[in-house]
């Protein structure tokens, strides 16, 4: 059997007794990184005599058929750095591979950041899709986020402290002034919620926020402003004389709606 098991994403008092057991019992483990797994057995000070195989998103295909021929006659544990395995992380291919060839396939279930996220951010839990990271390149970011526009589900995003500025202006941009929430350092010593408008979050990231983030925004349907009707009435002024700039500026001050946001919409919409 292939048994996925689930690591603490900060805080080692969430591994679960499960989860130690598996691991001092295990003959086999297949783990992102040979190294990390070692230092989390001695965090958790459980002893391991398992042989360890690295799996990691370079030698996935590679070594398919060797564990999915050991998880035939054996139990293998698979683990990644933090979190569930296959979730952003390796294993999908592992557990495709043996599904297709009759290995059982379980799980020691445990934390994951785009869960926990998504519970705490405010926003509506009902109904959600999970995003994972955004491509980094802007054309091909820009482009995944036109293909979510219409999204009525609450989204959930992975991403790089890094890159977290850019990002919440990109959706800002895309998107409309949504509200949404980024959550940082979950089950860590400075776990932070920050919730709030796209135009808000922006200003936070301002202040380069350090760590782990999941940014958890809400569906169309959870737009405040009407950005293509906006847009359309900056069109309708630019017409009448204003040039479209302050044309979107007018509008902005009058509704609180985002200037950019309108002009961007209304660039769209021009015919
Ligand atoms: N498999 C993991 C899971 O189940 O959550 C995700 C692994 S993915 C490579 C790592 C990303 O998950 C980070 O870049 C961050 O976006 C998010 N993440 C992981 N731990 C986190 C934490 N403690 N707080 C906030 N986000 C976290």
Redesign the pocket.
Known sequence: MLILA?TP??NLGDASPRLREAIATASFVACEDTRSFRQLCGALGVETHAKLLSLHDHNERSRLEEIVALADSHDVLLV??????????PGYALVSACSESGVEVSIIPG????I??LAISGLPTDRFCFEG?LPRKAGERGAALQALRGEKRTMIF???PHRIQQSLEAMLEVLGDRKAAV??????KF?QTARGSLSELVEWAKGEPK????IVVAGAAGSEFDYDELGRRALELATEGLGLKQAASDLAAATGASKSVIYEHALRLKP
């Open positions: 689930a994403i900060g990644s750095d933090a979190g569930i395995p296959t979730i952003s992380d934390p994951s950041a785009a926990s996220a990271f992975y991403e790089a959550v940082r350092e979950l089950t860590k776990e760590g782990e983030m999941v």
